[in-house]
C-alpha cells in the first residue's frame, strides 16, 4: 500500500461526488449496492453447523453471580448489516466457545435501514440511540455488563459508545475492535477497480474542501471519521465525530477518559494484509502521515502520552492489547475468531465477580 501519491481531483470527480451525496440520501435505491465492495464481514468456516436460536442465559431482573458468559453486542461495518451471513456466523461461533451466550446485533436506524445508516447519518445521533435502545433491553440492561465487538468502523462507533454512554447504558467489560479505525482515515478506501463509482466519488469528495461542510459532517459517515493530518486544522474545527471522541481539542472531556479507563480489555487487532483502509495502522490507533508514510505508534503519542482518553491508564493496568490477525480487511477465519473470543469473551472472572457492588 502506497500513502505517497495525494490524489487530485479532477472535476469529473467532483461532479461525480456532488452527484452521489445529493441523490443518494433522497433516493434509497442509489444506494451503494450490495456488489459494491465495502467492508461485508465474510468468515471463512470449516463446517457450517446448524443454526439453532440464540438463547439469553441471563434472564432479565437476574443478579446471579453464577458463571454464565456476559452477553455480546456487536456493531457491524460500513455497507454491512446487522441481519447479513457473516454476523449470524459471529453469534454462533460465539455461542461454539461460550455456549449460551445472549448475542445482540446493533442496529444503528432499524434492521431494514442499516445498510444506509452505515453510509448515512449522524453518528452522534446514531451513538445515542443506541445507547438509548440498549439501555431499554431487558437482558442487556440488567446484566452485570456486557462484552463489545466492533467490526471496522462499528469499533470506533462502539468505543463511542463506551465514552459517551459508559456511565448509564450497559456497562462494557472488554471492547474488541477489529480493523477499526480509531486514527481516521485519509481515503474513503481503496478503491477495488475503475468502475467502482461509489468509491471513487466518495474518495473524491473526502478530498474536497466540502468534506468539512455541516452538510457532508451531519451526513455522510465515513466524512466523521476523515482525518489527515496536513489538513489538521479544519480536522479540529468540523469533524463531527472522531475529533470529539478522541479529545483531540483544547477542551478535553473527564467523562470520556474516566468511561474508557473503565473497561477490562480494550482490544485492538489489525488486519496484517488490509488493503482497504487507508492507513490500516488506524486499526492499532497509530498516526499515518499520508504525504510522507511515516507512522507514529500510538504510545508516542500525545493522545496516549497526556492520556486525553483514558488509554494510558488502560495499559498500565494491562488493559489495552494490539493483536494482528492475518487477512485482508474482515475476511476473518474462524479459528482467529475462536481464538479471540476464547481470550476475551465468556463469563466474569470470579474475582471481577466477587468485587462488584450490586444494588439487591
Ligand atoms: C462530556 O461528555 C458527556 C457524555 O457524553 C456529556 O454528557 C457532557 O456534556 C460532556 N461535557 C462537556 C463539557 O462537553
Ligand atoms: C449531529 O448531531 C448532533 C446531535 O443532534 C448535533 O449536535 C450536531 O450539530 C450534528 N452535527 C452536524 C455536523 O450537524
Ligand atoms: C508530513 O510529511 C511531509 C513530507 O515529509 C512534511 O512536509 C509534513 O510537514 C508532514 N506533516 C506533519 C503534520 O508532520
Redesign the pocket.
Given at each position: 500500500m502506497s500513502y505517497h501519491a495525494k490524489q487530485s481531483i479532477t472535476p469529473a470527480r467532483k461532479m461525480l461526488a456532488f452527484v452521489f451525496l445529493f441523490v443518494a440520501p433522497v433516493f434509497p435505491f442509489a444506494l451503494p449496492p450490495h456488489d459494491v465492495n465495502l467492508q461485508d464481514l465474510t468468515i471463512a468456516r470449516s463446517n457450517r453447523a446448524q443454526r439453532v436460536p440464540l438463547q439469553p442465559s441471563i434472564s432479565p431482573l437476574s443478579t446471579d453471580f453464577d458463571d454464565s458468559p456476559l452477553p455480546v453486542i456487536v456493531w457491524h461495518g460500513l455497507g454491512d448489516a446487522s441481519n447479513a451471513d457473516g454476523l449470524a456466523d459471529t453469534g454462533d461461533i460465539i455461542n461454539e466457545v461460550h455456549p449460551g451466550t445472549y448475542v445482540h446485533f446493533i442496529s444503528a436506524n432499524g434492521e431494514s435501514d442499516d445498510r444506509s445508516a452505515s453510509f448515512f447519518g449522524n453518528v452522534t445521533e446514531q451513538i445515542d440511540l443506541v445507547c438509548e435502545t440498549l439501555a431499554k433491553d431487558p437482558i442487556l440492561s440488567t446484566a452485570l455488563a456486557v462484552d463489545a465487538i466492533g467490526f471496522s468502523q462499528g469499533g470506533q462507533f462502539l468505543r463511542g459508545y463506551v465514552?459517551?454512554?459508559g456511565?448509564w447504558a450497559p456497562k462494557v467489560r472488554s471492547l474488541v475492535t477489529f480493523g477499526s479505525q480509531h486514527n481516521g482515515i485519509v481515503e474513503f478506501q481503496k478503491c477495488k477497480g475503475a468502475t467502482d463509482f461509489v468509491c471513487h466519488a466518495a474518495n473524491a469528495l473526502l478530498k474536497s474542501s466540502t468534506v468539512w461542510s455541516d452538510y457532508v459532517q451531519s451526513h455522510l459517515v465515513p466524512a466523521q471519521y476523515y482525518r489527515d493530518l496536513n489538513d489538521y486544522e479544519n480536522y479540529l474545527a468540523h469533524s463531527n465525530f472522531l475529533a470529539d471522541i478522541n479529545n483531540e481539542r483544547n477542551?478535553k472531556?473527564?467523562?470520556?477518559k474516566e468511561n474508557l479507563a473503565q473497561l477490562e480489555k480494550f482490544v485492538m487487532i489489525l488486519f496484517e494484509d488490509d488493503n482497504t483502509v487507508i492507513p490500516k495502522e488506524s486499526g492499532w490507533f497509530a498516526e499515518v502521515n499520508a504525504t510522507s508514510g511515516h507512522v507514529t505508534l500510538l504510545k508516542n503519542r500525545p493522545i496516549y502520552q497526556e492520556n486525553w482518553i483514558g488509554l494510558k491508564d488502560l495499559d498500565e493496568k494491562g488493559g489495552l492489547v494490539f493483536e494482528t490477525v492475518r487477512g485482508e480487511h474482515m475476511q476473518l477465519k474462524e479459528k482467529d475468531l475462536k481464538r479471540i473470543f476464547r481470550k476475551y469473551l465468556g463469563p466474569l472472572r470470579k474475582d471481577a465477580r466477587d468485587g462488584l457492588k450490586v444494588d439487591l
Amino acid at each position: 500500500m502506497s500513502y505517497h501519491a495525494k490524489q487530485s481531483i479532477t472535476p469529473a470527480r467532483k461532479m461525480l461526488a456532488f452527484v452521489f451525496l445529493f441523490v443518494a440520501p433522497v433516493f434509497p435505491f442509489a444506494l451503494p449496492p450490495h456488489d459494491v465492495n465495502l467492508q461485508d464481514l465474510t468468515i471463512a468456516r470449516s463446517n457450517r453447523a446448524q443454526r439453532v436460536p440464540l438463547q439469553p442465559s441471563i434472564s432479565p431482573l437476574s443478579t446471579d453471580f453464577d458463571d454464565s458468559p456476559l452477553p455480546v453486542i456487536v456493531w457491524h461495518g460500513l455497507g454491512d448489516a446487522s441481519n447479513a451471513d457473516g454476523l449470524a456466523d459471529t453469534g454462533d461461533i460465539i455461542n461454539e466457545v461460550h455456549p449460551g451466550t445472549y448475542v445482540h446485533f446493533i442496529s444503528a436506524n432499524g434492521e431494514s435501514d442499516d445498510r444506509s445508516a452505515s453510509f448515512f447519518g449522524n453518528v452522534t445521533e446514531q451513538i445515542d440511540l443506541v445507547c438509548e435502545t440498549l439501555a431499554k433491553d431487558p437482558i442487556l440492561s440488567t446484566a452485570l455488563a456486557v462484552d463489545a465487538i466492533g467490526f471496522s468502523q462499528g469499533g470506533q462507533f462502539l468505543r463511542g459508545y463506551v465514552e459517551r454512554c459508559g456511565s448509564w447504558a450497559p456497562k462494557v467489560r472488554s471492547l474488541v475492535t477489529f480493523g477499526s479505525q480509531h486514527n481516521g482515515i485519509v481515503e474513503f478506501q481503496k478503491c477495488k477497480g475503475a468502475t467502482d463509482f461509489v468509491c471513487h466519488a466518495a474518495n473524491a469528495l473526502l478530498k474536497s474542501s466540502t468534506v468539512w461542510s455541516d452538510y457532508v459532517q451531519s451526513h455522510l459517515v465515513p466524512a466523521q471519521y476523515y482525518r489527515d493530518l496536513n489538513d489538521y486544522e479544519n480536522y479540529l474545527a468540523h469533524s463531527n465525530f472522531l475529533a470529539d471522541i478522541n479529545n483531540e481539542r483544547n477542551h478535553k472531556n473527564e467523562t470520556y477518559k474516566e468511561n474508557l479507563a473503565q473497561l477490562e480489555k480494550f482490544v485492538m487487532i489489525l488486519f496484517e494484509d488490509d488493503n482497504t483502509v487507508i492507513p490500516k495502522e488506524s486499526g492499532w490507533f497509530a498516526e499515518v502521515n499520508a504525504t510522507s508514510g511515516h507512522v507514529t505508534l500510538l504510545k508516542n503519542r500525545p493522545i496516549y502520552q497526556e492520556n486525553w482518553i483514558g488509554l494510558k491508564d488502560l495499559d498500565e493496568k494491562g488493559g489495552l492489547v494490539f493483536e494482528t490477525v492475518r487477512g485482508e480487511h474482515m475476511q476473518l477465519k474462524e479459528k482467529d475468531l475462536k481464538r479471540i473470543f476464547r481470550k476475551y469473551l465468556g463469563p466474569l472472572r470470579k474475582d471481577a465477580r466477587d468485587g462488584l457492588k450490586v444494588d439487591l
